[in-house]
């Protein structure tokens, strides 16, 4: 008796120390929520790619190296944690591939279009006598005074291609200028010695060099080389990217989804408050009518809520409004372990049976029946997850855990608990207690 | 004194769901459902004019010289409106915007756009879902039943639990039929979403009652008791009461503050799973067990 009583108050505690742990740490925005776009606002493209041009053995690069700029492109734009991915379509695949781009925050779908569709331009500039070490600022902003245009840039370019340095074997980009690009390079080498040379990839510093006339190429010509830290993944896509000019697969925008901010909060506190009133109202129903079995079920039900919580906060499961429909769902349901228990424990105490023995027989008989009915959701979450757009996905995830954590709830939180209160119902209060209903 | 045997009245009992039923179909084919954006393509632009909301005459006027087809422009809010029409190029909704804007500034709050290629592939895959939830959750019940073939086979408790589970879905299926006729309510990928937890949820109900039924069956047949079958079902079903209701209210309750108090997006949502959810409760007492015990009946008659 004494051990159980020992878990449930341990039980306890681990609740309250947990509910406070998500609450502290959302007041100190210490690892917040991760809010999906409708619940906060942002912009959802998708565009179609043609890979009609590549060979299929090459199309996974080329994805992969479309992944790549676009990323570059969002993060240049200093979007905060957006997404940029590439998959196939086809209801169960096998269609044609699409770009797929999150934007959270970004809500001129016009802008957005504009970030992601425009050209990698590249750009060489000597860094200004005197100003070496003023190239950026104390914010590591990039300083665009320390620097000096060349009129070299990427429309002189006529092919790159990766090499390797005869020194020090390192990756780096050979790079090959028509003649009015090559003249501007060697006048560079000529009266520019002992300067630094930055050569600039949409807007961003990618590498500073010496100029040294005396650098040797593997390819033998005197072209340009860009050498600056890359491993040979990099300058390979860096390569591949210069060479087509463009972007490494032509992409058309298919269609858009974009929040504004007022219609994303609204979404979010009505969410929660839905979920607050909602597990008020069931709380005081299921104490109403179900007495002390319904009160271990609320206490069952608080500490499942918090677990459900933290789980979101630590997997980390992006909340869009499905998905607090979904955990709104699930609270509703874990209830049912709960009143499956309380029932089957209501026809034992009818028989005779005093508290504890009608505890475990309450558990033990009505296991049957929450297994099916539990095994009955995790089909339906697994085929909706499998299935599913992001919209169901999100769904299907935080029912399925829902019903396995309200699983665990119900089984060890409940039994504990009412284990650990073991009430005599040989006496009318006791037996009040554990029943239920009107006139029960 | 032996308590009161309800299949007795069977017939009676199937009433409710019976008329029901037929009023969703007749729902469903006379006004069919309206798709949303999401799974038969269009845009959908929701835009806030703050200075002031236009009419809708004066919206159309600008809307029409465009050529974007047929746009129906619907109020929401205080000083919003929803444009909706066929899937448009970027430029056609800057233009249209553009256009807008001669009528007081024009702020985005809420725009998708779905193109046929990606509609078409959500449809198809919903659909996919929604075969394929069906059946693994029949298998589950013939497999999970497949012991109890004494006096009903196991895999007529399958089939009986299929034909509610049509009842059940068609309830809130013609509910939004009705419901798109009168405030042109949308069914998109999230009804989709509810009408498969309405699958996975509702059974359970169902197999609730069947799981009693079973083990009744199960405690007469060790303890030699001779009981009619329709009196098993009907005991079974009586025990089972409070707690389909009670689950049921628990979860009618939740749902019902998601619909009153929660986001508008899932407020259609949560609707579709309270129908459900109700239809799929009393579905099992009052269609279910009739059947189950008609079915019974039926194979005695023909002297099995």
């Known amino acids: 008796m004494l051990k159980v009583r020992i878990y449930a108050i341990l039980m306890l505690l681990l609740g309250v120390a947990v509910g406070w742990f998500v609450y502290a740490s959302q007041m100190h925005h210490w690892k917040p929520f991760k809010l999906g776009l409708d619940l906060s606002s942002g912009s959802h493209l998708i565009y179609q790619t043609d890979t009609s041009k590549i060979p299929p053995e090459g199309v996974a690069d080329a994805l992969g190296a479309l992944q790549g700029v676009i990323q570059r492109r969002v993060d240049a734009f200093g979007v905060s944690e957006p997404r940029v991915y590439t998959e196939q379509g086809g209801v169960v695949g096998g269609g044609a591939y699409r770009l797929v781009v999150d934007l959270p925050g970004v809500t001129d779908v016009n802008k957005a279009v504009s970030m992601i569709g425009q050209t990698p331009t590249l750009d060489f500039k000597l860094i200004k006598k005197g100003m070496e070490d003023k190239t950026t600022d104390d914010k590591d902003n990039l300083n665009p005074d320390a620097f000096e245009d060349t009129g070299l840039t990427g429309e002189l370019l006529t092919g790159a291609q990766v090499g390797f340095d005869q020194q020090t074997s390192r990756p780096e980009v050979l790079l090959k200028f028509n003649a009015q690009g090559q003249k501007i390079y060697n006048d560079i080498l000529n009266n520019d010695m002992d300067r630094s040379l930055a050569t600039f990839l949409d807007g961003q510093v990618i590498e500073v060099a010496h100029v040294n006339p005396d650098h040797q190429y593997a390819s033998g010509g005197s072209g340009g080389v860009i050498s600056g830290g890359m491993d040979a993944q990099q300058a390979k896509e860096l390569a591949t990217n210069l060479n087509l000019g463009a972007l490494p697969v032509p992409i058309t925008l298919d269609s858009t989804e974009s929040i504004g901010p007022t219609l994303g909060a609204q979404a979010l506190h009505a969410g929660i408050i839905a979920s607050i009133i909602g597990f008020l109202v069931l709380s005081l129903f299921l104490i109403l009518w179900y007495r002390l079995p319904g009160l271990v079920a609320v206490v069952a039900l608080s500490i499942y809520a918090t677990l459900m919580l933290v789980l979101f906060q630590f997997i980390p499961v992006v909340l869009t409004a499905a998905g607090i429909a979904g955990f709104v769902l699930s609270v509703g349901l874990a209830v049912d372990a709960n009143i499956l228990i309380a029932e089957r424990m209501k026809e034992e105490i009818n028989a005779g049976k005093n508290s504890a023995e009608a505890i475990r027989e309450g558990f033990t008989r009505a296991w049957g029946a929450i297994r099916d009915s539990n095994i009955a959701h995790i089909i339906a979450s697994i085929i909706l997850f499998w299935i599913g757009t992001d919209v169901i996905k999100g769904f299907a995830l935080v029912f399925g855990l829902g019903v396995l954590v309200s699983l665990f709830s119900a089984i060890t939180v409940s039994r504990t608990f009412l284990l650990a209160i073991g009430l005599n119902t040989h006496n009318r209060f006791g037996r009040f207690l554990m029943r239920s209903g009107l006139n029960s | ?304």
């Open chain 2, 1 to 304: 004194m032996k308590p009161m045997n309800i299949m007795q009245h069977k017939y009676t009992l199937m009433l409710v769901p019976g008329i029901v039923s037929l009023c969703a179909l007749i729902s469903l084919l006379v006004w069919g459902l309206k798709p949303g954006v999401d799974i038969a393509s269009g845009t959908n632009l929701q835009l806030a004019f703050p200075d002031g909301r236009p009419t809708v005459a004066q919206v159309e006027n600008v809307v029409s010289p465009l050529g974007l087809g047929e746009v129906r422009v619907q109020p929401t809010g205080t000083d919003s409106y929803i444009l909706r029409e066929r899937t448009l190029s970027n430029d056609e909704k800057n233009a249209l915007e553009n256009a807008l804007g001669t009528l007081g500034t024009v702020k985005e709050e809420n725009i998708s756009i779905a193109s046929p290629t990606i509609s078409h592939e959500i449809f198809q895959k919903g659909m996919l879902a929604l075969a394929l939830v069906s059946l693994c959750i029949v298998l589950f019940i013939a497999f999970a039943f497949r012991h109890v073939s004494k006096p009903v086979a196991s895999w007529k408790y399958g089939v009986i639990a299929i034909i509610t589970l049509v009842h059940d879905v068609l309830v809130p299926v013609g509910l939004f039929a009705f419901l798109g006729h009168v405030r042109g309510a949308e069914v998109d990928s999230l009804f989709i979403v509810a009408l498969l937890t309405i699958l996975g949820v509702s059974i359970n109900d169902t197999i609730v009652v069947f799981d009693r039924i079973r083990e009744n069956l199960k405690f007469n047949q060790d303890h030699h008791k001779k009981e009619p079958f329709d009196e098993v079902v009907s005991r079974s079903v009586m025990q089972t009461l409070a707690r389909s209701i009670n689950t049921s209210l628990a979860v009618v309750i939740v749902l019902f503050a998601l619909f009153a108090l929660g986001p508008v997006t899932t407020k259609d949502f949560a609707l579709t799973l309270i129908v459900g959810m109700i239809a799929g409760t009393y579905s099992s007492m009052l269609l279910a067990a009739p059947l189950l015990v008609i079915w019974e009946q039926k194979q005695k008659k023909d002297g099995k």
